[in-house]
């Protein structure tokens, strides 16, 4: 496996790239306010918080603003900002999050001063890997039941016999309009009734149950710590569980990775998708296994190295495209079906970087890095995704969010 050329950076374009995220973190990190009661964080920088909140749809979906704090978002913005002055903050956004759970153990993953987006959606989650993360294991007892009765929300309504896990539909995952979780026809059910309605709610996902693995398994090492042997036992089990059900029911030979299985026909959805990277990105999966995805999916050229980064979709599928947003026809969002994420590129050198790759892991930051740094001179600000291949800025303007996860590349880079 021969890595193609690093792009070359300039000192003061890092140097740039590194000010601009710091500067501009400080302007999604918000004090207390009405149903919120700690400090909160919102994706879109220099807006005003929740002004959207009135609207019949909000900003996210006509020009890309995002006005509330999302699940996955505040959490890998909480995770690299408590390194780069906001201390505390992961535990200000959890308990934000728990705060406004209901008694089944059901979560919001989209919330505001006055309102709660996208109800029935569950927190993704992320909750306890932010906190063991960031050294947050000395919890209350309020917060260890409330961080309980959230995975069992999970546990008791998402999982299936097989001990693999579903999202409520795709919206839920927060991966809008992925490819792995929604078929062609689906996409235009409302022209065409008589077709087979796909399981978008059902098909049992690699990257749910990849995030439920670390997630039980963050949770088990805090309670460990706390001193709560029966829950420690408890979540050491179901993590262990979980990851056998991924490696027995989700790995895909054919494709050298894990797909989503749809339960009713037992077959895979076979797409070179990045969510089907997850066991890989969360250590769900065994070295061999890992060494395979890396060196014939993350590190391939015809797959998920791009001139950009690593692409939302492999671009040696028939259906990888860069359009700029697009979800069902019917409102405007981000685009998951081939363009390049910061989400996407930081856990992937999260990964690579851990399992001791450090020329991927270079190779995968250089690309990110240098696509940011190409927005910032072209635009004076970044953006949601970028064309996997130009580097171009695609969605949502003024986005910071988990591009602060540049600030983790830098570090490689500058290593």
Known sequence: MTLVAVPLLKTLDLQMLRKYLEEQAKCCV??????LRYRYVTPTAAVKPGSDDDAAVPQRSSIGHYLQMYDWDACFFSQVAQQNGFPGLPLDVVRNFLSLKESDGYVPRTISPERVW????????????????????????DDLQGLDDYLNYFYHKRRDARGLYHWRNVLESGVD?????????????????DHTVFPDGQLLAADLSAYLFAEYHSFAEITRISGRADLYAKYTQRANDVRAAIEEHLWNSALSMYCNLHPLENAFVSLRCWT?????????????RAAEII??????????????????????ER?????RRGLYGRVLVSNWQGP??????????????????????????????????????????????????????????????????????LNVLEQ
């Open 295 to 316: 060196e014939r999916n993350v590190l391939s050229e015809e797959h998920f190295l791009r001139s950009a980064g690593v692409p939302s979709v492999a671009a040696s």
């Open 319 to 323: 259906l990888y495209n860069q359009a």
């Open 118 to 141: 996208d109800k029935g959606d569950q927190c993704k989650p992320f909750l306890c890997q932010t906190l063991l993360s960031t050294g947050h294991t000395q919890l209350a007892e």
């Open 177 to 193: 309009n992925n490819l792995a979780l929604l078929s062609p026809g689906e996409a235009a059910k409302d022209e065409n009734f």
């Open 340 to 409: 390049v994420w910061v989400l996407t590129n930081g856990m992937v050198v999260r990964s690579l970087s851990r399992l001791g790759y450090r020329d991927g892991a270079r190779a995968v930051a250089s690309r990110m890095v240098a696509t940011l740094v190409k927005d910032l001179h072209t635009t004076g600000t970044l953006h949601e995704n970028y064309h996997a291949e130009t580097g171009e800025a695609l969605f949502a303007p003024n986005f910071m969010s988990w591009n602060i996860l540049a600030i983790e590349m």
């Open 30 to 35: 918000h004090p207390a306010e009405g149903s």
């Open 276 to 288: 089907g990277l997850t066991p890989l990105l969360v250590g769900a999966c065994s070295d061999e």
